[in-house]
Structure formats: structure tokens, C-alpha cells
């Protein structure tokens, strides 16, 4: 992993330009460019407030600020591991050129989605001040937040990114797991609507402890919907899992990429 993070820097420069170029092409020819940036999220949160406000009754206060809040760091997930699973398999040509870092095409894939999530961050303090609602001393833990998640994104992302190399099921698998993982994330619903117990398990235990999501979800919730800290033990899973993962999907990452060339 050291190693890792060692060229991630040394190639700064690099990942750089590619976060560059790749925020450039992905509204390129588009007449509203950038601003899809704000309205992709933006018009999802619409379209579950039509169903869940409309449809199906919900009845939380400032329901359209909680989903946002949900909504906004699962894009950059999910966009992130379902666009970073083909990230090696279609590059070849970059990695036959020699010395090419590997390892730069699926972080491009998170820090550009990373990006994209920063800027579209300030619409949730627009929806706050809307609502009426000031700072509080909590908003200081939004970055360690952003940091927890971006460890367990770049972990997820370098071992779907991987495995998809040989196996390229993996991509397509990914993807219809997404959908499965987004509605098992407390997003569109408070952690409190799950069950204590559910089957005889305890329901609510296993999905803030067993889904690192879910804590990490659960955490932007607390700092910015509720206003408050976020509880200690879904997020200290959340971060230890995150770090774990990472450790090992880099070291997996490591022991491939010598066969990155031949096989993608």
C-alpha cells in the first residue's frame, strides 16, 4: 500500500491532467456543461421525492434535505466502483507504454467522482439555509468523513478494478450489486425505520455494522441533517473496515499488475 500512495504522488502530475481531462470530456458537446454536475443529483433527488413524498407518504421534516444528504456521497460510490471496474480493462493502451502506473486509472476514476461530489456539496448548504438552519460546531468532522469514504471508494474500486482484468463478469455484476447495496443504504429511509430486531437477528446492528456504507451514510446524516455527532461505533467500523480494505485491495492490485498488460 505504501507503495501505492508513494506513486500515487510521484505521479501526481499525471492523475492530475487525467482528473482534468476527464472532468473536461464527460460534458463535452453538452449546452449546459458543467451545471450537470448540480442537476444529475439534483433531478434523482426529484424523482424519489415524487415517489416517497408523493406516492409514499414520508413523513420526516425536511425530507428533500435528508435524502440529498444520503444521495450526494452515494452517487460518488457508486459512480466510482461501477466506472472504476472496467478502469484497467479499457486502457490497454496505456498500459503497454512503459512504466505506466496502473494504479492511477482507478484513483482518476474516484478523485474525479470525488470532485464532482465537493462541488456539488454547497447545494446541501443551500437546502440548509432554506430551511433555516445555521452551522454547528459538527460540519468540522465533514472531512474526515470525506476521507473515511474516500479510503473505502478507492479500496472497493481497486479490487473490482482488478479482478475484473481477467474476470469481466465483474462489471456487470458490479453494477446490478449497486442497485441491491443502494437500497440496503439507509438513504432514501432514517437508520431508525429498520427494525431492532428482524427474524430473531438484530436488523438495525447489522445494517450500520456489517455495511460500511451505511455508517458512513448514517455519519453525513448526523452532520448535516441532524445537526449533531455522529455515533462513534458506525463510523469507527466504518473507518477500520475502510482502511483495512484498503490496505488489502492495494497489495491485491499490486500482486496483478504485472499481468494488467497481457490480459486487459
Not at 482484468?165 to 432514501?188: A, E, G, K, Y
Not at 461505533?233 to 485491495?249: D, N, Q, T
Request: proline fraction near 6%; aromatic fraction near 12%; hydrophobic fraction near 55%.
Amino acid at each position: 500500500m505504501l507503495r501505492n500512495l508513494k506513486e500515487l504522488y510521484q505521479y501526481r502530475a499525471l492523475l492530475s491532467a487525467l482528473i482534468a481531462r476527464e472532468l473536461k470530456a464527460r460534458y463535452r458537446g453538452s449546452s449546459l456543461g458543467f451545471l450537470w454536475t448540480f442537476l444529475n443529483p439534483t433531478l434523482l433527488m426529484l424523482v424519489y421525492a415524487l415517489i416517497f413524498s408523493v406516492y409514499m407518504r414520508q413523513s420526516m421534516e425536511r425530507y428533500l434535505l435528508f435524502m440529498f444528504v444520503g444521495l450526494l456521497p452515494w452517487i460518488w460510490f457508486s459512480g466510482s466502483v461501477g466506472g472504476g471496474a472496467s478502469a484497467i480493462s479499457d486502457r490497454r493502451d496505456l498500459l503497454t507504454k512503459v512504466k505506466f502506473p496502473a494504479q492511477v486509472l482507478p484513483a482518476t476514476v474516484v478523485l474525479t467522482n470525488a470532485i464532482n461530489y465537493l462541488f456539488a456539496l454547497p447545494l446541501v448548504g443551500v437546502m440548509m439555509i432554506a430551511y433555516g438552519m445555521a452551522p454547528t460546531p459538527a460540519l468540522l468532522l465533514l472531512p474526515v468523513l470525506v476521507l473515511v469514504q474516500l479510503c473505502f471508494t478507492l479500496g472497493c474500486t481497486y479490487l473490482v478494478s482488478a479482478i475484473n482484468v481477467t474476470f469481466r463478469d465483474m462489471q456487470h455484476i458490479v453494477s446490478n450489486l449497486m442497485t441491491l447495496w443502494f437500497f440496503l443504504t439507509p438513504i432514501l429511509y432514517p437508520v431508525t425505520n429498520v427494525p431492532e430486531q428482524a427474524g430473531g437477528l438484530p436488523a438495525r446492528t447489522l445494517v450500520l455494522y456489517l455495511n460500511p456504507m451505511s455508517g458512513i451514510i448514517a455519519a453525513y446524516q448526523d452532520v448535516l441533517y441532524y445537526q449533531r455527532l455522529p455515533s462513534a461505533g458506525p463510523l469507527l467500523v466504518s473507518a477500520v473496515v475502510s482502511a483495512v480494505l484498503l490496505v488489502v485491495s492495494a497489495a491485491y492490485f499490486e500482486s496483478r499488475r504485472e499481468d494488467f498488460a497481457e490480459f486487459a
